[in-house]
C-alpha cells in the first residue's frame, strides 16, 4: 500500500534540504526504492515545466525518475470513471487544456486506487469542489497532506536525530499553506511511532 505522492508535495520537499536532513532523506529514499512511496509520470511532467524547483531537488529527480510511474491499463479506465462525474471535469483546468499542459491529479488518485495505496497532496478539500481530497472521498481513496505523512516517517526513522526531528516538524508546518506554522504533535510527542504501512 503505498504513498503516492502528488506534484506539489514534492514540490514542498525542496524545503527538507539534504544537508539539514540527512537521516530523513536517507530514509526516504529507501522508502522511494522500496516503492513504499512513488508517484506519476504526469507528475515528472508538471515538475520538469516549472521553473522553481532547486537545482538539487531537480538532480534528485533525475536520479530517481523510475519513482514516476506510467499509467496501467487498469489507472487509465479509472481516469475514465472519474470524467463521467461532471464535477470532476474541472480537474482540467481551461488554461491546461488551451495550452496542452500535463495534469497529473487524476492519474495520482488513479494509481492509488489501483494499488489500494494513499495520495500525499496539499491541496485542501473544498465544498462542491473538484480537489484531490473531494474525488478521492466521493471514490473512497485514502488521502493524505505532507503534514500528516511526515510524522509516520519521522516515526520510523530509528536513528534520527531530535534535533532533526524538530526542524523536520517546524518545515512540515511551514510547509503548510493552509496551516502556517503549525507544528507536528506527533513528531516531538511521546506517542508509538505509526507504522508506515
Request: charged share 25%.
Amino acid at each position: 500500500m503505498p504513498y503516492i505522492f502528488d506534484t506539489n508535495s514534492i514540490a514542498t520537499l525542496s524545503h527538507y534540504y539534504p544537508k539539514r536532513f540527512p537521516s530523513f532523506w536517507s530514509l526516504f529514499d529507501a522508502a522511494v526504492e522500496a516503492e513504499e512511496v512513488v508517484s506519476v509520470r504526469e507528475v515528472l511532467k508538471e515538475l520538469e515545466n516549472h521553473t522553481f524547483l532547486q537545482q538539487w531537488l531537480d538532480d534528485w529527480l533525475d536520479e530517481h525518475k523510475p519513482m514516476f510511474h506510467i499509467p496501467s491499463a487498469k489507472e487509465m479506465q479509472f481516469v475514465v470513471e472519474i470524467f463521467k462525474v461532471k464535477q470532476f471535469q474541472a480537474l482540467v483546468g481551461e488554461k491546461q487544456r488551451l495550452r496542452g499542459s500535463p495534469v497529473a491529479d487524476p492519474f495520482v488518485i488513479a494509481c492509488a486506487n489501483v494499488s489500494d495505496g494513499t495520495v500525499v497532496t496539499q491541496e485542501v478539500k473544498k465544498e462542491g469542489g473538484s480537489k484531490i481530497p473531494n474525488v478521492c472521498e466521493h471514490f473512497k481513496i485514502k488521502c493524505t497532506n505532507l503534514e500528516d505523512f511526515s510524522p509516520r516517517m519521522v516515526g520510523s526513522f530509528k536513528n534520527l536525530r531530535i534535533g532533526e526531528i524538530s526542524r523536520v516538524a517546524a518545515i512540515c508546518g511551514a510547509g503548510s499553506p493552509q496551516r502556517p506554522g503549525h507544528i507536528i504533535d506527533d513528531v516531538t510527542s511521546h506517542r508509538r511511532p505509526t507504522p508506515l504501512a
